[in-house]
């Protein structure tokens, strides 16, 4: 049996059946555990069972989070990359968005570690601010005419990239959680305040911007600790260099 260490998280879905169906579209697809950012008694567990059918275990496992961007910030803190499905970019959004293939090679050489697919509500989608908790976008291609696509069917399509990419995966390393990504980023967010990168406006757009590259690049805890020292190092000598003058 595979299983592949991908975390499904919705964002305040609204129909109890369509978390039925995305249950029966992760168990597919080797895919067994499923975040949900909103509350459990919102949920008919009879509507969900109904269309779960075989994989009722998963809605029975499935883990809940605070229906709002701090909810899905938790429900992800320990994935090493998060990618939000969007149909929209723009400014105040991702500027660019990975395939569903795109995004199962990207996560090839995640070892055993947890990756996440995040979705938003059926009529939504999800806000920018849910968005901007993500690593990355995922763009599912469609038809311009009709690009909305039913929940389940938008899982099925992504974990089914990550089941056939990963039929001839090698093991790879382990890359640092988005958590420890974060904190990274907020470390060299403070060696570079330090040395007056920040005298103007910018340091969130930066470090938004330094969380999606790194995320991306699927960092090993050496490489991460390497970057951090690199970055202390030029704060040190800049701090060094204006003391002497």
Sequence with gaps: ???IPCVIVLCRPEESRNIGSVCRAMKNMGCYTLRIVGKAEDYSDPQVRTLALHAADIWESAQFYPPD???LAQAISDCTIAAGTTRRMGQKRKSW???PEQFAELTLNAGESTFAAVFGNERTGLTDEELNCCSL???IPSNDDFPSLNLSHAVQIVTYALFRTRDNRK???NHIPLAQVQDLVATISGHMDRIGIYTHAGKEENERFLEGIFARAALSGNE???I???FRKMAYIRCNHEQQQ
């Design 137 to 139: 976008a995922l763009n």
């Design 97 to 99: 968005g990975m395939t």
């Design 171 to 173: 093991r790879g390393y």
């Design 224 to 226: 991460a600790r390497h």
């Design 228 to 230: 951090e020292k690199l």
């Design 69 to 71: 961007a701090q909810g």
């Design 1 to 3: 049996m595979q299983k």
